[in-house]
Structure formats: C-alpha cells, structure tokens
C-alpha cells in the first residue's frame, strides 16, 4: 500500500513549504497471499506432526489418510510456487514504484531548466530479495 506512504517535495518558489507527494501502487495482495499461505502450511504441518505422533496407528490402519495427505501437501507445494512468483512480481513492482529515478521523474521541480535533482541514497532491498528466495 504504497499511497499511504508520504514523501516531501521542496517547492523552489516558496521556499519554507514543501509539498508533500505520495507514492503510486498497491502490491500488498501478493504479499498477503505469500504470508497466508505461509501461515497456512505451518498450522498444517503442526496438525501432521501431531498425527504422525500422536496418532500414528490411526495413520498406518487408514488407507485413505496418507493419500488424503499427500494431495493436501502436493496442493501446499503448487500454491507456494504461485505465491513465489507472486510476491517476486509484487517485489519487482515495488523496486520498480521507489526507484529514485521514477521519484525524481515524478517531481515537478526537477522538470525545469537548469535544475539538477539526484538522489541521497538507494533504497536496501536485500532482505526483500531473501524474502523471495526462501
């Protein structure tokens, strides 16, 4: 939810009030996803240790609980993959929306002649990358 997130813009005209903008995009519905999904796996496996544990006769006697639960951890794996993919889209958007360059583009008080605008620092990601390596 990018456009909740202010940012200030000097305004060479008046020099003691800055204008504030706002950032563009909302890439939180893959984040969402990514993190449900991760939740849901956890409680599931904490359900299965305890049946292999706790249960484990009602698991070897039962023909249809073992297939029953590779289908459910086959299903698990598929949606871990899309919500992968999801979030590594939903990440690219995000470094794509707070490139300083794109930031700098959308200044108006960087467009005219003879301004020079640059950019203090560049935004770590390093952990959001992880974050779609695992």
Same mark, same amino acid.
């Given at each position: ?5 202010p940012?200030?813009m000097?305004?060479?005209?008046d020099?003691s009030?800055?204008?504030t $903008? ?6 939180s519905a893959?984040?969402?996803?990514f993190?449900?999904? #991760?939740v849901?796996?956890f ?5 299965? $240790? ?9 698991y070897?006697e039962n023909t249809?609980?073992?297939f029953?639960d590779?289908c459910?951890?086959v299903?698990?794996?598929f949606?871990? $993959?899309?919500a992968?993919?999801?979030?590594g889209? #939903? $990440? ?6 707070t490139?300083p360059s794109?930031l ?6 960087c ?8 950019? #203090?620092?560049?935004p770590a990601? #390093?952990?959001a ?6």
């Amino acid at each position: 939810r990018l456009y909740n997130i202010p940012f200030g813009m000097p305004n060479c005209e008046d020099e003691s009030e800055a204008r504030t $903008l706002y950032l563009v995009g909302d890439f939180s519905a893959p984040a969402e996803f990514f993190v449900t999904l #991760g939740v849901f796996s956890f409680l599931y496996s904490m359900a299965a $240790l305890v049946l292999y544990l706790r249960f484990h006769s009602l698991y070897t006697e039962n023909t249809k609980l073992p297939f029953t639960d590779f289908c459910v951890t086959v299903c698990f794996a598929f949606f871990w $993959l899309v919500a992968a993919a999801a979030w590594g889209k #939903g $990440l690219s958007d995000v470094k794509a929306a707070t490139r300083p360059s794109a930031l700098i583009s959308a200044m108006g008080v960087c467009q005219g002649d003879g301004v020079v605008c640059s950019a #203090g620092t560049t935004p770590a990601m #390093g952990l959001a990358n992880i974050s779609v390596v695992r």
